[in-house]
């Protein structure tokens, strides 16, 4: 019997096979890697006995309107010993003029201005090393400009995480809820991405950060060579850093909701698509084993959509296995997303669940494929 011969007659089975490897492979990911995270207990560290001084820097370029929203909550935190770094990247409206009217009350927030490179020559991550190098602290805390702590004792929470080994610690930065399906998508897509980096740091293997809520040491930094690695990347100052510095021994996570670290999502498609673009660039640099188990999850979950769609087009008499199979799978998704969404206070996210994950695989996947050997020319 010719090959032809078999594979026509049985190219229902081969489907459904091929659809049941796919499954397999997402329960891998679904229960013995979301799974740790969902287990986890969320542990507050704002009690710990030795909090170390921190130097938080912020990046900033033309932003005026966030610095005078949210710095206020930045330089309010409720911790012993702490520097703001505002770093200025050129800004040509009226930022200057907003951060020293914050300096004149608040003796313990600081400017870095850069003024004698062209507007956007350099990536961010010049600024951020200028920041650094600024520092008067060991232990350096990483957010944006547009970011809102949950509470005051959001820097205990981070300064607490850190122990005599640790050198690294994640934290936690959900977008603001708004209105419309963009901010689901936008927020569910960033409690996927916290679930996959908070997970591998708690299986040991960290391979990413969100520079929105991100900690190190200064040491490490410099010991590492900063950003050189990467430098040619505008993107990747959070990720890959920590994709090239992080062990797991090295790094702690921080995700009780007082060290939740807020943002602004983007309001429009276009403005979402080039954000996403961005990040799908700098994930080429890293380690060749995180760009394949990332890999291996998203593609696996397109194509289980994917053959899932074909095999009940093509053969709608077994309908109910097809049916059967993605009811399972969401199940397990709900009983192991559950217990993390309600940690990352995204509970409403669960209704849309089945709706988002569809939009999200795709519209990731797609995005990546466009861009992810594009130039990057934005800070």
Not at 123 to 148: N, P, Q, R, W
Not at 353 to 359: A, N
Request: proline share 4%; with cysteine; net charge positive.
């Amino acid at each position: 019997m010719s090959l032809y011969n078999y594979i026509i007659p049985n190219i229902a089975y081969i489907i459904y096979g091929i659809l049941g490897v796919l499954l397999l492979f997402q329960l891998y990911y679904i229960l013995f890697v979301y799974g740790k995270l969902a287990a986890h207990k969320a542990r507050s560290f704002k009690d710990a006995e030795n909090l170390p001084p921190l130097s938080v820097i912020i990046c900033a370029h033309n932003e005026q309107h966030n610095l005078e929203t949210f710095l206020p909550k930045i330089l309010a935190q409720d911790y012993p010993e702490y520097e703001v770094i505002v770093v200025d990247d050129y800004s040509s409206d009226e930022s200057q003029w907003v951060l020293q009217a914050f300096k004149a009350t608040h003796p313990h927030l600081r400017i870095v201005e850069i003024k004698e490179h062209i507007q956007l020559k350099h990536s961010k991550k010049f600024a951020l090393t200028l920041g650094i190098k600024a520092a008067k602290y060991e232990h350096l805390v990483m957010t944006d400009a547009d970011c809102e702590p949950q509470s005051s004792e959001w820097l205990k929470e981070i300064g607490g995480a850190y122990s005599a080994s640790k050198e690294i610690v994640l934290g936690y930065s959900p977008y603001f809820k708004k209105p419309g399906f963009l901010n689901k998508l936008i927020r569910f897509e960033t409690t996927h991405t916290a679930m996959s980096y908070l997970s591998y740091a708690l299986k040991k293997d960290p391979y990413m950060g969100v520079g929105r809520n991100l900690s190190y040491l200064k040491s490490l930094f410099f010991k590492g060579k900063g950003f050189n690695a990467h430098m040619h990347i505008k993107s990747g100052d959070d990720d890959l850093f920590v994709n090239q510095n992080a062990t797991k021994q090295n790094t702690h996570i921080a995700i009780a909701p007082d060290a939740h670290m807020y943002s602004v999502p983007k309001e429009t498609w276009s403005s979402y698509y080039k954000q996403k673009a961005r990040h799908s660039g700098a994930s080429v640099a890293y380690k060749n084993r995180h760009q394949f188990m990332l890999a291996t999850q998203l593609v696996t979950a397109f194509l289980f959509y994917i053959v899932l769609f074909l095999a009940i087009a093509l053969f709608p008499s077994l309908w109910y296995i097809g049916i059967g199979v993605f009811f399972f799978r969401f199940l397990c998704q709900f009983i192991v997303f559950r217990p993390i969404f309600l940690k990352l206070k995204v509970k409403d996210l669960l209704f849309w669940l089945p709706i988002l994950d569809v939009f999200f695989y795709f519209y990731i996947c797609l995005n990546g494929l466009f861009n992810r050997k594009k130039k990057q020319r934005s800070w």
